[in-house]
């Protein structure tokens, strides 16, 4: 299936943050967190345009969330991985890992 | 972009998002600060990294903006907008809508009225009506004794209150003439038990309600009204009534009319009165009021326990008493439900053949818009939304017609209140919210069941391409969906049509009966009177005689009589008799109608005396006066039985010179007998539509003072009216002369509700036939526009225009003939429903049927005519052309 151009960055972010929900229920500070952790501060997205991503994703059925006590105990916004967004992870996964391999193929042939 | 968010929801929203969004500056900030930095520049920071809040959360509330009203908003726009650009289909669809949703509201507001409400007083569903049976002998007597009653409603424990009532004919003579009223007599608790309270003035006072107390009476808004212009110093006015001058204490509401509409005045009657202290003598009428949490189950069983106490008590009067419970408002509209259930079921018959008009309007029109539907899907629309977009153009039209239906309805439930005038609480159909409430249901529910089908045909994906192929190389006539759907039609406009077939048939056959009596030349009326005069029998016997003297002496007056019931008015008064003579054996039940006529009843009816000789009237014992039971000297009562009694009951051997006793509960006392004097012959008594059964004839006057006078004439009875009316003032000056009517017209009212449904489901058979002519008219012309090509072609190799006419017409009546055929089975089923109301016709008559199934296939025919010829009308060389 074709990825969009315009979706590229946002499909990416989408599936980040489906990938690391992946652990368990986490609120959207740690998202953000576990986000720079791994990235090693190469993406580097404003933390707030976060909020509309989850929202989304929430909207969609991928996430689901509630609202539970944080480590401080303060009332957070937890997200968890719902079927139907793992069933979406592993698709855009395969979908990553063939448009990624397609176009390392191509960087390497065209040296 | 309009935006639009549930503003209930809005608020909850706003404030998780601000919750959400600090938690996440707020842990920033710690952060930074737990790395070393001082506070205000962590938050700094923190404000920085994460972005500003405001433009987060608009982002935000995108995300959750609800899109459907949106959506629907445009799809009405939408919807509008296709309508304006096809007026005329438009407006067939309305106006199709607007007659099926308006017939079906007018009959349902109908039903509405009269039998899904409760009665119109406060907690209607408490009212029973309360009635007395002898369980040992076939007697329909109802009524109870003051003292009975008065038990009843001292002893229960499941009703709060029980009163009764009856009501008689009386003349108010305070005025310049004798005016005629309906004065209801009734005993304490009587409007404690309705919940209503006088509008002005007061319910009676206990002196009142006592034996030789004030003489009070409360009278209608109408009278009030009518006789003291609205004015309320009528209070305390007199009124003199049957000669009686009584007080008017207070004025009913306009809306109260019980125990029926022409109640004028209601006065109190004592239940210590000495009259009213026999518990065999029983002339009231029993309503009660359940306690609240009371079931009817709990009710009867009380009072069965109670009957069965008081059987104890008075072994001779009341051991073979039952008491029988109804809901009031059972008895009072049970008699029309079925009929009101069967025009409805007609009238969404109706409905339903007017979607699926609609249906194949909309399939046809689909073809059409085939390519436009094509479009919006390549522009990426997902198929619920064009689904949704077709429901509200069919939505939008369905409301139009309802809106439109409402109006039909509301002068449609105008007719309903002149047509049956005589239909229980027919004053309460009016159009009110429930009833709008309701079209808008229909119009839903049409739009479900005309859009649906079409909508989903329409967006199926690969149906695109194929059908605009069809559209161009169509050789056969391929729409077999419509062909169904007309066919479907069919079958319901043949049931409908062989319904009112089957009515007309015994209205038909109700005309043509030989009733055994002649009502033409008679005329019929009433003379007020009370039933205090029923306590001096001899005495009310003889004024009634002064008075049927009288009229024989008036020119063109041939014969004149009275009698308890009208002959062919539905009416009848079963008991249970027994010969004195021998035959003792209970086995041996004799039943029989029983009617109360002067000895003229035979000349002036006409019913033939077959042998024997008439009756005579009795000689009346002088004696204590009470009501209700007759003292007569002994072997001077006489009667004369039909020709079907003296056949049933004592075929071969003279019955004449037997002498009848009457079982159980009833107008004479058990040593009292009727002595056979002669046989007359069968007449239709009981009513026009019932076979003669079993009669006796008393030559008693009826147990109620004011039965009905009945005069031949020479000429045109109405012509004898007036003289009539004043050769009575001249002799009885304080009574007043009402309801003077041809017996032929009394028959007709009898028979109103007969003729009503008659009228009604003949008009809808006949609007569904002329819908189902306009979709198989329909179909037929889409089925030739399609086959235009082929026509052409066959034109083009020799065919014979002749030929193309035959084909189409046969295609239309083929398929005619099969919902004929389906609709002939459906009406088999379905008339059963309908065996109640036939007279002299069964419900599966073959003839009404065969006629039903031709008159279809004409009208189909006539109807398929213009397509198949249009559709002949093709020149090959034009058709080619086009390719």
């Known amino acids: 299936m074709p990825i969009e151009k315009s979706d590229l960055l946002q499909g990416t972010l989408d599936m980040l943050v489906l990938k690391i929900v992946t652990l368990g229920p986490i609120h959207g500070y740690g998202i953000s967190q576990r986000l720079r952790q791994i990235s090693r501060e190469v993406l580097l997205v404003q933390q707030g345009s976060l909020y509309p991503a989850l929202h989304r994703l929430e909207k969609r059925g991928w996430l689901s969330a509630e609202w539970g006590e944080s480590e401080n105990g303060r009332q957070a916004k937890f997200y968890k991985l719902s079927a139907k967004g793992r069933k979406q992870l592993s698709k855009e996964e395969s979908n990553w890992n063939r448009l990624a391999g397609a176009v390392t193929r191509i960087l390497q042939t065209a040296q | ?883």
């Open chain 2, 1 to 883: 972009m309009p935006s639009w968010r549930f503003p209930f929801r809005k608020r909850a929203l706003e404030k998780q998002f601000d919750s959400e969004l600090r938690f996440h500056a707020d842990e920033l900030t710690k952060q930074y600060i737990a790395e070393g930095m001082a506070p205000d520049e962590a938050r700094r920071r923190a404000a920085l990294e994460f972005g500003g809040p405001e433009q987060i959360k608009e982002e935000l509330r995108d995300v959750h903006r609800v899109p459907i009203l949106e959506t629907m908003l445009n799809n009405f726009k939408w919807a509008l907008r296709l309508i304006a650009k096809s007026p005329s289909f438009s407006i067939v669809v309305i106006l199709t809508l607007a007659l099926g949703i308006g017939a079906n509201s007018a009959v349902f507001s109908a039903i509405d009225a009269i039998l899904l409400r409760p009665l119109p007083f406060p907690d209607g569903d408490q009212l029973m009506s309360l009635q007395q049976y002898n369980t040992k002998a076939k007697s329909p007597q109802t009524e109870l004794s003051n003292l009975r009653l008065e038990d009843w409603n001292r002893i229960n424990s499941t009703f709060q209150a029980i009163a009764g009532y009856y009501t008689e004919s009386s003349s108010e003579t305070s005025g310049a003439l004798p005016e005629k009223v309906t004065e209801a007599f009734v005993t304490p608790r009587f409007l404690q038990v309705l919940g209503v309270s006088p509008a002005l003035g007061r319910d009676f006072s206990p002196e009142e309600e006592h034996f030789g107390g004030p003489n009070a009476v409360l009278i209608s808004d109408r009278l009030w009204r009518r006789r003291f212009a609205a004015d309320p110093n009528a209070l305390g006015k007199k009124l003199l009534i049957n000669g009686y001058s009584d007080s008017i204490v207070g004025i009913m509401p306009a809306s109260f009319g019980f125990p029926d509409r022409d109640v004028d005045i209601w006065s109190s009657v004592p239940t210590d009165a000495p009259f009213a202290q026999d518990r065999g003598s029983t002339w009231y009428v029993t309503i009660g009021r359940l306690k609240p949490t009371v079931s009817l189950a709990q009710a009867r069983a009380n009072l069965a326990t109670l009957q069965a106490q008081l059987g104890k008590q008075y072994p001779k009067t009341d051991a073979e008493l039952a008491v029988a419970i109804e809901p009031l408002k059972e008895t009072t509209v049970g008699g029309v439900r079925s009929s009101l259930w069967m025009l409805f079921g007609s009238v969404s018959l109706l409905l339903l053949i007017a979607c699926t008009n609609i249906v194949m309007l909309f399939l046809a029109r689909a073809a059409q818009r085939q390519h436009e539907i094509s479009v919006r899907f390549s522009l990426g629309a997902p198929r619920s939304a064009v689904v949704a977009q077709l429901l509200m153009e069919i939505f939008v039209l369905a409301l139009a017609g309802a809106l439109l239906g409402l109006i039909v309805a509301g002068g449609a439930s105008k007719v309903f209140r002149v047509l049956a005038g005589s239909l229980p609480r027919v004053e309460e159909i009016h159009l009110d919210m429930r009833i709008v409430a309701y079209s808008l249901l229909c119009s839903v529910v049409a739009t479900i069941l005309c859009g649906v089908w079409p909508a989903l045909r329409a967006t199926r994906k690969n149906l695109s391409s194929s059908l605009a192929q069809n559209g161009r190389s169509q050789v056969s006539g391929g729409i077999p969906l419509q062909w169904l759907l007309v066919g479907t039609q069919v079958a319901l406009a043949v049931t409908l049509l062989a319904g009112a077939g089957l009515l007309l048939r015994s209205f038909q056959a109700l005309g043509r009966v030989s009733p055994g009596f002649e009502a033409s030349h008679v005329l019929t009326f009433h003379v007020s009177a009370s039933w205090g005069e029923t306590a001096d029998m001899a005495g009310l016997t003889q004024r009634i005689n002064r008075t049927l003297e009288q009229l024989r002496s008036v020119p063109g007056v041939e014969a004149a009589a009275t009698s308890g019931a009208l002959p062919g008015v539905p009416s009848e008064f079963h008991t249970d008799l027994q010969f004195a003579e021998g035959e003792r054996d209970r086995e041996h039940k004799i039943t029989a109608e029983n009617r109360f006529v002067s000895p003229d009843y035979f000349a002036t009816t006409q019913i033939p005396l077959v042998s024997g000789e008439l009756c005579r009237e009795p000689k009346f014992l002088p004696g204590p006066k009470s009501p209700g039971a007759v003292r007569l000297e002994a072997n001077s009562i006489n009667v004369v039985v039909n020709r079907s009694f003296a056949d049933t009951y004592l075929p071969g051997s003279n019955i004449i010179g037997r002498h009848l006793h009457v079982l159980g509960n009833a107008f004479l006392r058990p040593e009292d007998a009727g002595e056979i004097r002669g046989i007359v012959g069968d007449a239709r008594e009981e009513g026009l539509n019932r076979i003669p059964g079993p009669t006796v004839y008393w030559c008693l006057n009826d147990p109620s003072p004011d039965p009905y006078y009945l005069v031949r004439t020479h000429t045109e009875p109405m012509a004898l009216a007036e003289t009539v009316r004043k050769e009575i003032h001249d002799i009885e000056p304080a009574r007043s002369v009402f309801d003077i009517m041809p017996l032929e017209e009394q028959l007709d009212d009898a028979f109103a509700e007969n003729r009503l449904r008659t009228i009604l489901l003949t008009f809808f058979a006949v609007t569904a036939v002329s819908l189902t002519c306009i979709g198989l008219f329909g179909t037929l012309s889409y089925s030739v526009t399609l086959r235009r090509r082929e026509v052409g072609l066959r034109l083009a190799l020799g065919a014979l225009q002749g030929q193309i006419v035959k084909h189409f017409l046969l295609q239309g009546l083929a398929v005619t003939f099969l919902g004929c055929v389906a609709g002939w089975g459906l009406a088999s089923a379905s008339g059963r429903l309908l065996s109640g109301m036939l007279y002299g016709v069964s419900p599966s008559d073959v003839v009404t049927l065969s006629t039903v199934v031709l008159l279809m296939l004409l009208a189909a025919a006539s109807a398929a005519l213009v397509p198949a010829i249009r559709g002949s009308h093709v020149d090959p060389m034009q058709v080619l052309r086009e390719e």
